[in-house]
Each structure stands twice: as C-alpha cells, then as structure tokens.
C-alpha cells in the first residue's frame, strides 16, 4: 500500500503533519518538509542554519504553498513573511510543497549544503522514497499512520476531514469548514478566500491552502 | 474562555470557530447572547487570538487553576506546559532518530493520539486506553507531558483531579518490542470500541538496510492498515547517531 519566535521554551511537536487524509491522486499535492533540531545534540548553537534554511527555501517560494516556524502567525490567512522568517530563532521550520519535484530539488539543495539538521518529509512514502533515491538518500525511520479509531460516528464527511487534518493541532474546526461551505454555496465567498480564512487559523504555516481550495471546490460543485 | 454577557450582541460569529462546539446562543436579560458552556470548553483559544473575530472584545481568558489549566496546555499549540516549560503535545519523536537513536532496529514506537481528529477527549477515555494499555506491560514515555497527569504510569491510573477534564488532544506514547507489538495494536483496536471519542494510531520504525520497514506486515496481521502518507527522517542530521 505504501508504494502506491517570541520565546525560547522547548516546543515539542508530534506527527501534526501525519494523519493528512485524501487520495492518494489529491496526497500528490501535499508535502511537508520540517527542518527539525534536537535538544542537547544539535538545537543549540544551530541558529544562523536554521535562518539559511529560509535562504534555500527562498529559491522555491513561488513552488510553497505554505511555510512557517512554530510562532504563531496572525497575518489574516497570508503566508508569513519569508524576510523576518531567515531572522528570527526557530528550533523547527517547516514548508509545504505541491509539486514532489520541486521538494526534490530543494531536498538535495538541503543535502548539499549538509546543515547537520534532521529532515522529515511527511507525505506519499512511495514518492518520499523515489526522490530520496534519486539524490542519494536513504528513508532512515518512518511514521506510519495506522488511521482513525474508536467512536467515528462522532467524524464529519470526508471532505470536512481532509481538510481538517492539514492541521494536526485541530484548530481548524469541523463547523467553521461546514460554515464556509454554506457562504461559498450562498455567493458570499470564493472557494480561494476560503481556504485563505481556514488556513489563518493555522499557526504553523502547515496547512495546505491550494488543496484546500480544491476540496472546497468538490464539496461545492452543483450537481 | 468566557465571554462578557454585557458586551456580547449574539451576532454568533464566534460559534464555528469553536472545535467542540462548546458556543451556544442563550437567552439572558431578555437578550440573546452567546455562552460558553465550561463543561465542553477546552481553552484552544480559537475564539479568542485565533480567530480574532468578536467586533465587540467580549470573548475573553480567564485565569485558569490547577487542574483546569491542563486542558488549555494540551489544547492550545501555542500554551506552554507550565511544569515542563515545553509547547505540544508529544516529544521530539521520530523527527530527530537519525541524531538520537530513540527508536533503534527491533523496537517501534506507538502514539496513541486521543481525540484526535477534531473531537477532543475526555481524560476518563485516556485513562481506559492508558489502563488497558498498562496491563499489556507497556511503559509510558516520560517525556511526554501525559506522564505529569498520571498517578500510576504502571498501572495507566490518572490523578483522580484530572478525570473531569476535557482536552482537544493528547499522545498516549510508548515504544514496544517488535515481538511483542502485534498483541499491542489488537489490544488497542480492542479498547477503541470502549471509549466515546476517536484517536489517530501512528508507529514508527527504524527503515531497515534493504529498505523494509517491519510493523508494516505486523499491523496489517493486528487489523490496521497503514496509510499511503507517512512522515519519513531522511537521515540529513548530524552528529549520527551510532548504531549498535
């Protein structure tokens, strides 16, 4: 199946970009690439790379479709400004891409410029695993996502969940998606400022407003 | 989160943006304005910064005590666990394994992530899963903010202060012998039909020389089936940690 900041606490995050749900077709559209330091062994002494890595991911900014660090950002649903980005301390950067071939060559400009940082790509593993190999790396530990258990009659349709799971830290809520579906189907909005208002509530920059803005568009559509 | 009766003109803008629909219109001073019901608020503070969409400021955070507190540090990205000093919900995980060697060959790595996704959990449904998860022998991680509510991490027993609480999500994570992680994962699928929310089940693996990762086959033989999408550490950090 498989093959197919403002302070300097510790932030510990987990799999938030892990459980994104969708086709495989709609998943090729949707990689998150996490620049990520480790306490005691590599965090500390690592700013200025992890300010050269907004320079690398500088050559691709017309490629992202999100990207961010872990402060939050608050600028209406726009992605963040990639200048105050390469200055400010981070222990975790992250970009989200749609276009696999684009993160492969941003990939091997990581590798090449051997910053020393970890790297995890969270999307298709078939796909993570081609462009790996392509440029000479190696899958070293996976997190597979083994879905959804329990009491799912509490779940929402399909659509509300795709979109929902582009933020692992679930604050996009079922019922603002269902809102803007209603506003979309009533005129009072396009599927595009939609996705825009759904991913301001997105502090990391992890969520995937050109997807979104699809889905939309599907749940929409006249029949 | 509250909101300020005295302020609130019941426009409902608020409600959607509420995770577990904790806002609901009431009649008040022959006004109808909007409440939050405490019971089912879990201090995201979607409402509030997030959103930033009360025209009138009526919707604000009280100070929170011990253990309220708890559900806007598992529930808001942004709160900082105050007794850990960390942000999050989890560890580091398997996002730094090629530096630290967390999760050696031979060893998987569980994340149970209770409420999960967008329901929110209730801490009496943690402590069912953490309990019965216990009694399987399995040891919590103790890095993982969890391990502060427990009173037993042995035995999966939350503090009994705790136990009416309510939280957006939280990570039940453990590592498990490969050898021992196909009865774990049966265990878990068991436990899932008795509990009133819904978790995301991940596990980790160490990918092996030849490529294979082996919790692959032993989920599937428990009933799981993994997921095309995956996160993948593609080995760049240094210093490497050296395998044994």
């Not at chain 1, 083994?146 to 933020?167: Q, S």
């Not at chain 2, 529930?75 to 989890?90: F, K, W």
């Not at chain 2, 009865?183 to 878990?188: D, G, S």
């Not at chain 2, 996160?231 to 490497?240: H, I, M």
Request: glycine share 8%; hydrophobic share 35%.
């Amino acid at each position: 199946m498989l093959d197919s900041g403002s302070h300097d606490s510790e932030r510990f995050e987990m799999t938030h970009s892990l459980h994104r749900r969708g086709s495989v077709k709609d998943l090729h559209e949707d990689y998150v690439l996490i620049f990520y330091t480790s306490k005691g062994i590599n965090r500390e002494g690592s700013d200025e790379k992890m300010k050269q890595f907004w320079h690398v991911l500088s050559h691709y900014e017309q490629d992202l479709v999100n990207f961010g660090n872990h402060h939050p950002n608050r600028s209406g649903g726009e992605p963040y400004n990639m200048e105050d980005l390469k200055k400010a301390k981070s222990q975790m950067n992250m970009a989200v891409f749609k276009d696999v071939e684009k993160l492969k060559a941003c990939l091997q400009e990581i590798k090449e410029r051997d910053f020393g940082i970890s790297v995890v790509v969270s999307g298709l593993y078939g796909e993570t695993k081609r462009i790996c190999s392509e440029i000479g790396l190696a899958p070293h530990t996976v997190n597979l996502s083994l879905g959804i258990h329990g009491n799912k009659k509490k779940l929402p349709e399909e659509g509300v969940l795709e979109i929902h799971t582009m933020c692992g830290h679930g604050v996009v809520p079922f019922n603002l998606i269902l809102e803007m579906v209603k506003e979309i189907k009533a005129g009072k909005t396009t599927c595009k400022e939609a996705a825009k208002k759904l991913s301001r509530m997105c502090d990391c920059g992890l969520f995937n407003p050109y997807r979104a803005e699809k889905i939309l568009q599907k749940m929409t559509a006249t029949k | 989160m509250r909101i300020d009766k005295e302020k609130c003109t019941g426009c409902e803008l608020c409600h959607p943006y509420c995770p577990v629909e904790a806002i609901a219109t009431v009649e008040w001073e022959d006004e109808s304005v909007s409440e939050i019901d405490q019971g089912e608020c879990v201090e995201c503070g979607n409402c509030l910064e997030r959103s930033g969409i009360c025209p009138v400021e009526a919707i604000y955070r009280p100070t929170l005590e011990w253990p309220r507190s708890l559900r806007e540090h598992f529930s808001n990205p942004n709160a900082e666990h105050p007794s850990t000093t960390t942000m999050g919900r989890g560890t580091e995980e398997m996002k730094s394994n090629d530096v630290t060697g967390r999760y050696p060959r031979g060893i998987s790595g569980v994340a149970v992530e209770m409420g999960r996704p967008g329901v929110g959990t209730s801490l009496r449904d943690v402590e069912t899963v953490a309990m019965a998860l216990a009694e399987m022998g399995v040891e919590f991680e103790e890095e993982n903010p969890v391990s502060l509510l427990m009173a037993d991490p042995k035995t999966g027993k939350f503090k009994e202060e705790v136990l009416g609480e309510k939280v957006l999500s939280l990570i039940l994570e453990f590592k498990i012998q490969n050898d021992r992680l196909e009865r774990v994962l049966k265990r878990i699928g068991e436990v899932s039909t008795r509990i009133d929310t819904v978790f995301s089940l991940d596990l980790i693996n160490r990918v092996e020389p030849d490529g294979g990762i082996p919790g692959m086959a032993i989920a599937e033989k428990a009933g799981f089936s993994p997921r095309p999408n995956t996160k993948t550490n593609v080995g760049l950090g240094k210093p490497r940690f050296r395998e044994v």
